[in-house]
């Protein structure tokens, strides 16, 4: 299914930059529609490998264009709010499915699991029937000449429909602009990505997700069963321990929502790295202490390690840790990142592309981290912590030194961010060019003028 959806996310652009966002959204649900089909009525292994590519293929659009639409429809005010009810949708989606397949789990026969992926078809119904009652991106709506629309649109969502607000009428001033601009520039490609102008965006952005994988938080959560039978818990008493970290996601997630666009993405993501690797350190230290070698467990060799009964406290601790690495990650790289690669860029020419890359970077990681995760387990057992603690730390300092802050911020307002090159740690309290509300595009000598009296009257330089 991730490899399915790296290729979707990649793809995805092709559709949501001549059809429209919506368009978009509609093609992710009917593949994952038609993938769900084929999963339910499985036969053999192929079947089932066909139909979570399709599921996944759908998925990845979903997932790329998603974050998008969200970030080009929402107030700047509550764009981080937005971006992370994304986030919070994919944490109760998996918090639902975890005890929907608990309880199906137990009705003996194949309808079990026939019935598991057949309930998928049910939230892909429900996305493309809403699809049909949302609007379309104001930003995409722009850039194809449909000014009235995006104009109405801008108005209803900031102003209740009052096209004379102040903030609706410098939003779009802005959105005018950055349209003229990019109208002169040549048809936009997945090559540009990697020119001079987008090359640190292109990798900004893709990074933010390489290393929301990176984290190994798809590790706790794919995995979980295996760091429980480490600690001793088998059966049924695993798999209610387990449920306890999807509720505890679920829970972070609602709780950062109304805190995102108040403490800002940076701190959030400095702060969650921070974390997560003392608790990958832990989790490895415990295991690396306290647990024995055995010969696989239930014939399962990845778990070459348990930590024996007589040290409860040992193992209560393992799963404390476990618990609280899902919290830090639910605080941070799991609800900030999704809505952050759909602002961070600052283009409207660039913003489809270079997210579907971000989003495909995603994907291809998940992928990967599925394949080397279980050997990891039996070859180095403990030591794979450390080595998620590592990139922890590191994205930590990445996050310091190269993302941009967005809080606040109006999407071409981040352009402006990258093409002064405004160091990462400066980019909270940078004060942006703002256009002349109502008025057009000014000449280049003119904007470059008022640009130079822009930086020579900023606190900041």
Known sequence: MALGSFFGAILSAFVSEPLGRRASLLFSAFFWIIGSIIQASVQNRTQLCLGRVISGFGVGFGSSVAPIYGSELAARKIRGLIGGLFQFSV????????????????????????LAWGLQI??????????LFIPESPRWLAKHGHWEDCELIVAQIQAKGNREDPDVMIEISEIKEQILLDEKSKTF??????????????VTSAFAQIWQQLTGMNVMMYYIRYIFEMAGYEGDANLVASSIQYVLFAVGTAFILPFIDRFGRRPLLMFGAAAMMGLQFAVGGILAVYSKPIEGLEGDETVTIKIPPENKSAAKGLIACCYLFVVSFSFSWGTVIWGYCSEVNGSNEARAKMVSVSTASNWLFNFALALFVPPSFSNISWKTYFIFGAFCGAMGIHVYLAFPETKGKRLEELGQIWDEKVPAWKSASYVPYVPTVGSEVESEPEKEKAEVDHVENSNEY
């Not at 049910?122 to 699809?131: E, R, S, T």
């Not at 490609?189 to 292109?202: M, V």
């Open 189 to 202: 490609s997945y090559l540009d990505l990697l020119s001079k102008k987008y090359f640190l965006r292109t």
């Open 122 to 131: 049910v939230p892909g119904f429900l996305l493309l029937l809403g699809c």
């Open 91 to 114: 944490t109760l989606g998996i918090l639902v499915m975890f005890y929907v397949g608990y309880g199906l789990g137990k009705i003996p026969g194949y309808s079990s699991f026939r």
